[in-house]
């Protein structure tokens, strides 16, 4: 009887404090997580600085699949310029957002989905070529 009441007591301390240390890892992760949103709001154009302009307006990366295609239109380029800091998009379809929003653009290229898998070196060097801009 002893015996059991040894083993829970000890299983109990053992889960109070492995909740414990749960607790502080959650607590710590928002910290950091605070930190990196400041430090993002504060080097963004127009967030933070010493003005503090922008503070809490956040802007973010547009990934400009099929579903942004009907927002395409110059009639949306305050939206998207006032929210948006990069752009994702795929070639030569994206092209068309260097011109239309003045936003920098990350030019999104797979060799795998165009039929080129599996790639040798010489493979790579060449596809890289093609997608460099």
Avoid: C, N
Avoid at 20 to 41: D, I, S
Avoid at 50 to 56: Q, V
């Amino acid at each position: 009887m002893l015996g059991r009441v040894i083993g829970s007591s000890i299983r109990r301390d053992h889960t109070s404090r492995r909740l414990a240390a749960k607790a502080r890892l959650r607590g710590l992760l928002l910290l950091l997580a605070l930190a990196l949103g400041a430090l993002t709001l504060a080097v963004l154009p127009g967030g933070g600085g010493a003005g503090g302009k922008g503070i809490g307006r956040a802007k973010y990366r547009l990934d400009a699949a099929k579903y942004f295609a009907p927002f395409s239109t110059s009639q949306y380029a305050p939206w998207v310029t006032a929210h948006i800091t990069l752009i994702k998009g795929y070639p030569p379809f994206s092209d068309r957002y260097l011109g239309m929003f003045g936003l920098p653009l990350i030019g999104y290229h797979d060799p795998a989905t165009e039929g080129q898998a599996p790639l040798a070196p010489a493979q790579i060097e060449e596809y890289v070529a093609k997608a460099h801009r």
